[in-house]
Antibody, heavy 123, light 108 residues
Framework: QVQLVESGGGVVQPGRSLRLSCAASGFIFSTYAMHWVRQAPGKGLEWVAVTSYDGSNKYYADSVKGRFTISRDNSKNTLFLQMNSLRDEDTAVYYC????????????????WGQGTLVTVSS | EIMLTQSPGTLSLSPGERATLSCRASQSVSSSYLAWYQQKPGQAPRLLIYDASSRATGIPDRFSGRGSGTDFTLSISRLEPEDFAVYYCQQYGSAPPTFGQGTKVEIK
């Protein structure tokens, strides 16, 4: 069955960096667009970023553009999120999610989710 | 960016009752590309409905979705104890994909 397992979260000071990973199994990873979605404590869901199946195209939410970088290693079935210049408002549980689309590859609903990894930005 | 507004914020019902949740978009959602998710405390969201009315794999038929344009509805015909949770709608008709703020279905 589809499994997505995030790791790399933790406590980090404002302005510092963190790299999240998501290990995928149970499906052909290299054929799916993959996303990061986050959820601040007690709040709703916010889409963060997407990478195409081969990593050649990426889109970001305005709130993270220029600070976060999504990437993937299809040889290792792993998705990454490099987070730089972290801010207090980046504190959230970060989920990786598999995308399914009907029209454009970046316009997806999310049919499988990981359990999430908590990132806390605090001095 | 399309904003999604869910109502009510909280729905207090008893097991066996029918739940009707609303999701209204700030502009028309292309091709009814709207999904619904269920989230329980401490868990990841779970896909219930996609393309406004198609049930995801393994989702019981007491869950149904309908709507088009700017108005969408998720109905739960008879609430089971495991259905008490927070529900989110999400549009994927235009970039960026966006979520509603959620409706909490709680036990009355």
């Amino acid at each position: 069955q589809v499994q997505l397992v995030e790791s790399g979260g933790g406590v980090v000071q404002p302005g510092r960096s963190l790299r999240l990973s998501c290990a995928a199994s149970g499906f052909i990873f290299s054929t799916y667009a993959m996303h990061w979605v986050r959820q601040a404590p007690g709040k709703g869901l916010e889409w963060v970023a997407v990478t195409s199946y081969d990593g050649s195209n990426k889109y970001y939410a305005d709130s993270v553009k220029g600070r976060f970088t999504i990437s993937r290693d299809n040889s290792k079935n792993t998705l990454f999120l490099q987070m730089n210049s972290l801010r207090d408002e980046d504190t959230a549980v970060y989920y990786c999610a598999r995308g399914k689309y009907n029209s454009a590859w970046y316009l997806c609903y999310f049919d499988s989710w990981g359990q999430g990894t908590l990132v806390t930005v605090s001095s | 960016e399309i904003m999604l507004t869910q109502s009510p914020g909280t729905l207090s019902l008893s097991p066996g009752e029918r739940a009707t949740l609303s999701c209204r978009a700030s502009q028309s959602v292309s091709s009814s590309y709207l999904a619904w998710y269920q989230q329980k405390p401490g868990q990841a969201p779970r896909l219930l409905i996609y393309d406004a009315s198609s049930r995801a794999t393994g989702i019981p038929d007491r869950f149904s979705g309908r709507g088009s344009g700017t108005d969408f509805t998720l109905s739960i015909s008879r609430l089971e104890p495991e259905d008490f949770a927070v529900y989110y709608c999400q549009q994927y008709g235009s970039a960026p994909p966006t979520f509603g703020q959620g409706t909490k279905v709680e036990i009355k």
